[in-house]
């Protein structure tokens, strides 16, 4: 069983109620002291959220609860109390619910929000993601877009709560058919409109990346734990079951098919176009939208009469005008109505023109689109980088419950291929590893082949030596002559020679240094400018696709220096 803190084993009990975890230490077990503190904490609690007082107060409190009993010496340490997997759930909700983060007044801006996020990650790091029991408390209901619809949009107070609320559960729509939970499809949904924000919404994305980045860390500890205690289990199918139970598969068990797998990758590569914000819609109703401003309030008070009798509401059905505005089916609007530089300058305008065949994502101000920030820039693609590793760790450990590792590696082909050359760049050969050095080969080898003009043999998994790297890959051009396609073959041979080096099989001898020079030379003079119709941004492609050759042919150089001077 893992532990909590240092050398204390973390037995989870239930006190007068109350859910805790009893530190227990190799002489004695320590026991809550103050139970009506703690209730007194709890009761406080749901008041405060109940009345949708959501401040700091609430999980100010909680996390006092959380670390009072922790220290570093197990002979000091007191009872941890774990918060509820509902409190859990809600928690998650406000580190991005609109009216907590983007649309909170600015006194208020974010700070219950950044109070929930402490919790989660300290309840993570102190309690642990298989004893707080994130499995339940981050789960998806099996409710499809209809209902949730109906939900949403229900005046009835009897409808937007659930009617079967046990006892001890926040009785508020925020909690319920109001969280993250309900409100998106899936987690893949989520994931897809978060990144659709890391390129499409700059404010939304600041509240999004937080989120990711937690439940990442989530998901990737709570399947490292039970992996561990999979392995010490007495019989298999508590193995199974324990493996099954965790956060990462709940949410793969149902992407049993093809398709439903290139949706998951859809979402993990979700660009902000047209299409990608059509798929992966936003999660909570007009979140994009900017918080009024008080001055703009007050001119509308006081420009508006109410007049019952003659129609005129003054500002009283405002907001839910407002609301309207979103069509029904939640689909992208034209750009007139979506938000420009004049409002956040991280913000685009799209063009849905109607009769219009183009889908192209359009900078507001005319800019070029910018290498990575096509896909957000660096730190959404290192999320990206994330959710890949994490499929492939799966994918390896268990792929009786989702999927081999070549079949896995032939999605992420499929996805990665495509991308421009300084994208590609980023998955196979990143400047810092994100999948293991087996894996990152293995894909790196099934990208080159058609580049290369090999047959498609399939996913090769087999280990890579220096005689193959030498023969096949090395010395080699791309198949055609376009600067991109010999820039993506120098950076996937070069995330090759990388891989070998790490393992420490890569020995500079003379048939390396000839195969080396060879390809950095066959790929620098053979390559020519794409002939179709040079666009400005297809010229602009190019011209970093051959600083990339370059930048890429000096980095392989270097490595043989490095070998030569016996650096490595």
Request: proline share 4%; net charge negative.
């Amino acid at each position: 069983m893992p532990t909590s803190l240092d050398s204390t084993v973390a037995a989870p009990v239930i006190i007068n109620g109350l859910q805790v975890i009893v530190l227990v230490t190799a002489t004695e077990e320590i026991y809550l002291e103050d139970k009506a503190y703690a209730n007194h904490c709890e009761r406080d609690f749901e008041a405060h959220i109940s009345n949708k007082d959501t401040d700091l107060i609430s999980f100010n409190l909680l996390n006092s609860l959380l670390v009072s009993g922790t220290s570093s010496s197990p002979e000091h340490s007191g009872p941890v109390h774990v918060p509820t997997t509902q409190q859990l759930s809600l928690a998650a909700t406000l580190v991005v619910h609109p009216s907590q983060t983007t649309r909170a007044a600015p006194a208020e801006a974010n700070r219950a929000a950044n109070e929930a996020l402490r919790l989660l990650r300290q309840v993570n790091t102190i309690i642990g993601p298989v004893n707080a029991n994130f499995a339940t408390a981050f789960a998806f209901p099996s409710l499809s877009h209809g209902r949730l619809r109906t939900w949403k949009n229900s005046t009835n107070a009897s409808d937007t709560l659930p009617s079967n609320l046990n006892d001890g559960d926040i009785n508020t729509e925020i909690a319920n058919t109001g969280s993250v939970w309900h409100r998106a499809e899936d987690f893949w949904q989520v994931v897809g409109w978060a990144l659709n924000c890391s390129v499409a919404w700059k404010m939304r994305w600041q509240r999004w990346e937080l989120w990711l980045d937690f439940m990442l860390t989530a998901l990737s500890d709570d399947f490292d734990q039970r992996l561990e205690q999979a392995k010490q289990a007495e019989n298999g199918h508590d193995a199974q079951d324990l493996l099954k139970e965790s956060l990462i598969l709940q949410n793969l068990l149902s992407c049993n098919n093809r398709a439903a797998r290139r949706r998951f990758m859809r979402a993990i590569f979700a660009d902000g176009d047209v299409r990608s914000l059509n798929e992966f819609k936003e999660v909570f109703k007009n979140e994009t939208k900017d918080r009024k401003s008080k001055e703009t309030n007050t001119v509308d008070r006081k420009a508006k009469k109410l007049n019952i009798d003659e129609g005129e509401f003054a500002d009283y059905i405002d907001d839910e005008d407002e609301d309207d505005e979103v069509n029904e089916g939640g689909d992208v609007q034209s750009s007139s109505d979506r938000p420009t530089t004049t409002t956040d300058a991280g913000n685009r305008a799209f063009s849905t023109a109607i009769g219009s065949k183009s889908h192209e994502l359009e900078w507001s101000g005319n800019e070029a689109i910018n290498g990575l920030d096509r896909l957000g820039g660096m730190a959404s693609i290192l999320h990206r980088q994330r959710l890949l590793a994490l499929l492939s760790k799966v994918a390896e450990t268990t792929p009786a419950y989702f999927v081999t590792l070549e079949d896995l590696l032939d999605l992420f082909t499929e996805f990665i291929r495509p991308l421009p050359t300084p994208l590609l760049s980023m998955f196979v050969s990143p400047p810092s590893p994100y999948l293991s050095n087996h894996v990152q080969t293995s894909l790196n080898r099934t990208l080159l082949r058609p580049l290369l003009g090999l047959s498609d043999s399939g996913v090769d998994t087999t280990q890579l030596d220096q005689a193959q790297l030498e023969n096949d890959y090395l010395p080699w051009k791309a198949n055609s002559t376009t600067v991109s396609d010999n820039a993506k073959v120098s950076l996937l041979v070069e995330g090759l020679l990388r891989g070998l080096l790490s393992r420490g099989d890569l020995h500079l001898t003379m048939t390396l240094q000839r195969a080396v020079e060879w390809g950095v030379e066959a790929r620098r003079t053979c390559m020519d400018w794409d002939g179709r119709k040079r666009t400005a941004e297809r010229r602009q492609e190019e011209e970093w696709s051959e600083m990339v050759l370059e930048m890429s042919a000096a980095r392989i150089n270097a490595i043989l220096d490095a070998l030569n001077d016996g650096e490595i």
